[in-house]
């Protein structure tokens, strides 16, 4: 499994709450990621990282935050959630010299109500 | 927009019976890979196939590449009630190398009834 955990694993939040979801990894990958499932989209890219204080936005960040200022943790925050970001958050390691395949960890499911 | 378009959406067959999923893209790739989600859990790798290769095995996965399709295919052999899951294709664009960034398909949920 990589060595990903995520943290909470299950969340129910009011909409306008800050909310904060961590990813920890125990393998020293430089690269992480963090995406949100929903039914008839698959996966989204939210955020990555390619280094410790280096992230860059990826295809829906808007409304979130990341920040890595370790190498095994990677924090994604909602500042102000709201009901459309009630989904289920992977966070993600890429693996590989050359082929760049991906491992993930076990998801955190977000409510927010 | 998702770069990986797949079908079926959903496929229920028999145990011992084979599966097939398709995935088309629309932007030159590196690399194509497939995953694998049981309900409730994360993704799991389960193989990798690069731009200049067009057929991939693995015990009873076969990978097919068409590049000037740009598709490909899944197939599961000899199919079992534990291979019930979600299918999903994920590319690496040309360019992506550095980042790293997957672009993955909606998936396609297959059910093997015993």
């Known amino acids: 499994d990589a060595g990903i955990t995520q943290s909470p694993r299950h969340k129910v939040t009011e909409t306008g709450t800050p909310v904060t979801l961590r990813c920890h990894q125990t393998e020293n990958h430089r690269y992480m990621y963090w995406y949100r499932q929903d039914p008839g989209h698959g996966l989204r890219l939210i955020h990555y990282?390619?280094?410790?204080?280096?992230?860059d936005k990826g295809e829906v960040s808007d409304g979130y935050s990341v920040s890595r200022s370790k190498t095994e943790d990677f924090l994604l925050t909602l500042e102000s959630a709201t009901s459309s970001q009630t989904s289920v958050y992977f966070c993600?390691?890429?693996?590989?010299?050359?082929?760049?395949?991906?491992?993930f960890g076990p998801g955190t499911r977000l409510t927010v109500t | 927009s998702q770069q990986g378009e797949e079908d079926p959406q959903a496929l229920s067959i028999q145990e011992g019976e084979n599966a097939t999923m398709n995935c088309s893209y629309k932007t030159s790739i590196n690399n194509l890979q497939w995953y694998r989600q049981n309900s409730g859990r994360g993704l799991v790798h389960l193989i990798l196939?690069?731009?200049?290769?067009r057929e991939k095995h693995s015990g009873r996965l076969r990978v097919t590449l068409d590049t000037s399709k740009k598709s490909s295919s899944l197939l599961i052999t000899a199919s079992r009630a534990a291979d019930t899951a979600s299918y999903f294709c994920a590319t690496l664009p040309y360019g992506s190398s550095n980042t790293g960034k997957l672009i993955f398909g909606q998936g396609t949920t297959l059910q093997v009834k015993p």
């Open positions: 993600a390691i890429r693996a590989g010299r050359a082929d760049y395949e991906q491992y």
């Open positions: 196939i690069r731009s200049n290769e």
């Open positions: 990282s390619y280094g410790v204080k280096d992230t």
